[in-house]
Antibody
């Protein structure tokens, strides 16, 4: 069974750093792209970027480029999303999701349960 | 960047009724690289339709998708109580792979 299990909720202060995780299981982690999606409170879905764990090839949405870093450790089947200096506007639910193939021209077929990040100013 | 527009913003219907949701792209999508997702409160989104008209695994056949180019439609033939949710379209033919703002289907 394909599963993406994300790390737990975080409460941080503005200016702090943070790294959240997404662990894949039940499939070949290295041959499927992983995406990160933001959902601000009461708002819609925003595509942040994707990573191919096999070689760490990473693509970012222009809206998020330079604001976050996406990485992966294929040895433990885990993808990461990190911030070096959080802002209150980073408060949101963050989802990881899997693409069903080795190309990134695919929809997201499995999703993690989400990680709620709350940043106080 | 391809911008997706969804209409209506909210659709108020009764169980058993037909729901028709629209998604329009700011430019023509390569192939039919459009997906629909359902999201219920407190849950992650779930893939319903991909390639504009293919149902994802386990999705009931009351959900259907159609369209090409810039205009796409998600149809729910007869609404079940569990179908009241927010629906998002997403294009994955051109990076960044954008989502529409969503259509909320609520109970009339």
């Amino acid at each position: 069974e394909v599963q993406l299990v994300q790390s737990g909720a975080e409460v941080k202060e503005s200016g702090e750093s943070l790294k959240i995780s997404c662990k894949g299981s039940g499939y070949s982690f290295t041959t499927h792209w992983i995406a990160w999606v933001r959902q601000m409170p009461g708002k819609g879905l925003e595509w942040m970027g994707i990573i191919y764990p096999g070689d760490s090839d990473t693509r970012y949405s222009p809206s998020f480029h330079g604001q976050v870093t996406i990485s992966a450790d294929k040895s433990i089947s885990t993808a990461y999303l990190q911030w070096s200096s959080l802002k209150a506007s980073d408060t949101a639910m963050y989802y990881c999701a899997r693409l069903p193939g080795s190309s990134f021209y695919y929809p997201f077929d499995y999703w993690g349960q989400g990680t709620l990040v709350t940043v106080s100013s | 960047e391809i911008v997706l527009t969804q209409s209506p913003g909210t659709l108020s219907l009764s169980p058993g009724e037909r729901a028709t949701l629209s998604c329009r792209a700011s430019q023509s999508l390569s192939s039919t690289s459009l997906a629909w997702y359902q999201q219920k409160p407190g849950q992650a989104p779930r893939l319903l339709i991909y390639d504009a008209s293919r149902r994802a695994t386990g999705i009931p056949d009351r959900f259907s998708g159609s369209g090409s180019g810039t205009d796409f439609t998600l149809t729910i033939s007869r609404l079940e109580p569990e179908d009241f949710a927010v629906y998002y379209c997403q294009q994955y033919g051109s990076s960044p792979f954008t989502f529409g703002p969503g259509t909320k289907v609520d109970i009339k």
